[in-house]
């Protein structure tokens, strides 16, 4: 089984793979390069995965850590604006050399890049909805609503 990271979204195994994503893929599909999903990279490299990118065992360039990660430890972050999209292709690609450190391929690999780097500035959860209590979530599904009404004051007692 070869363990791999999605460079862009895609389907496999019957699942739609995020951007990030790691996942295994059984050998025989890996190794026959007409069956390998081409958006995927080896996750770690410890054996003879694409080392390089080039789609072959191996690989002849060394491997960088993202640049993410060493801009954290720096405190240079690279700021991507919210309309990056909009962007000519040439700001885009240097915008992606600024994330990675190297020049990228073609504009999809840039689009690529910069979509991760965003994804990975994310906080968890951050866009989570907001807790629901069981009342409001029956009332959503159309569910049976309770016939009583917690009460808002401390019982009182009764004098008989």
């Not at 080039?54 to 700021?79: C, H, I, M, N």
């Not at 391929?105 to 979509?115: C, E, L, P, Q, S």
Request: charged share 30%; glycine share 10%; proline share 9%.
């Amino acid at each position: 089984m070869a363990k791999v990271m999605a460079t862009e979204k895609g389907f496999f195994g019957g699942i739609v793979r995020e951007i990030g994503a790691v996942f295994v893929v059984p050998d025989e599909v890996w190794n026959d390069a007409k069956r390998r999903p081409k958006w995927c990279v080896p996750a770690a490299f410890g054996g003879k995965g694409d080392h390089d990118g080039d789609g072959k065992p191996g690989g002849s360039k060394p491997v960088k850590a993202p640049a993410g990660d060493d801009d954290k430890k720096s405190g240079k972050a690279v700021t991507v604006p919210a309309d990056w999209q909009n962007l000519s292709a040439k700001d885009r690609k240097a915008l992606a050399e600024a994330i990675t450190g190297e020049k990228p391929a073609n504009v999809k690999d840039a689009d690529t890049v910069i979509a991760a780097y965003i994804e990975g500035q994310r906080e968890p959860f951050d866009d989570a909805p907001e807790p629901q209590t069981v009342a409001l979530a029956q009332k959503a599904v159309g569910g049976a609503q309770p016939d009583w009404v917690a009460p808002t004051e401390a019982p009182k007692a009764v004098d008989a």
